[in-house]
């Protein structure tokens, strides 16, 4: 008989996000997001003219250059186990 052992790592976030689910993994607004996509602050594209993909480390780079001790830090911290 098999014996399946499970996973002891968690699934990867997948690196390139679309906009909606970029939003929610930084937990800011769609609009925000593209404010700091605009600026630079965040790395992304737009594929096809019209959809933005998101690099998800960029958002983390973004939250850890902040280096605030604020709600969205802490939550980051936690994600990425410093």
């Not at 930084?26 to 593209?34: F, P, Q, T, Y």
């Not at 600026?39 to 959809?51: A, Q």
């Amino acid at each position: 008989m098999i014996e399946l052992i499970p996973n002891p790592r968690p699934p990867k976030s997948p690196r390139w996000l679309k906009l909606r689910e970029a939003a929610d993994y930084a937990n800011m607004s769609e609009k925000v997001l593209r404010r700091h996509l605009l600026s630079g602050e965040i790395y992304g594209t737009k594929r096809r003219g019209e959809v933005w993909i998101i690099d998800r480390e960029s958002i983390d780079r973004f939250y850890l250059d902040q280096g605030g001790e604020d709600e969205k830090w802490f939550d980051l911290r936690k994600r990425v186990e410093l």
